[in-house]
């Protein structure tokens, strides 16, 4: 069974974001690019076009100052969604942070038109970024 196009452009978003890869990642969103991030700590809220999205993540990478790593473990595609099950670690301010979650992608063309965050515990999230 070949591999749904869509779970290489969401390959190519992790390998992006674990670079730092501003370029990459600004050419795998749309213009009108929206990010759900759930919670009620200092990232939680809606990101809504590409420049406050690629600013969300580039925040996202400092505040977590030792490091943020999202792992995907498995994809499930179909039609324009594609939905990544992960696991989440961080180190920041000698916290850290082991979660699993899955992030579910819709695509336009080609592109991440919208991501929805789930975190297994969103307020280990929350604690982790105040």
Request: no cysteine; charged share 30%.
């Amino acid at each position: 069974m070949t591999e749904h196009p869509y779970v290489s452009v969401i390959n190519s978003f992790y390998d992006a974001l674990a670079k730092g890869d501003l370029d990459v990642l600004r050419d795998l969103l749309t213009d009108d690019a929206v990010f759900h991030v759930p919670g009620r700590g200092p990232m939680a809220k809606d990101y809504t076009g590409k420049e406050e999205v690629l600013a969300y993540l580039t925040r996202l990478a400092k505040a977590a100052s030792g490091g943020l790593r999202l792992e995907p473990e498995e994809y499930l595609a179909g039609n324009d969604r594609v939905a990544a099950v992960l696991s989440i670690h961080g180190e920041r301010d000698g916290r850290t942070l082991n979660d699993h979650g899955l992030q579910l992608f819709r695509l336009v063309d080609g592109k991440i038109s919208e991501r929805s965050s789930y975190p297994y515990d969103p307020y280990s999230v929350d604690e982790f970024f105040a």
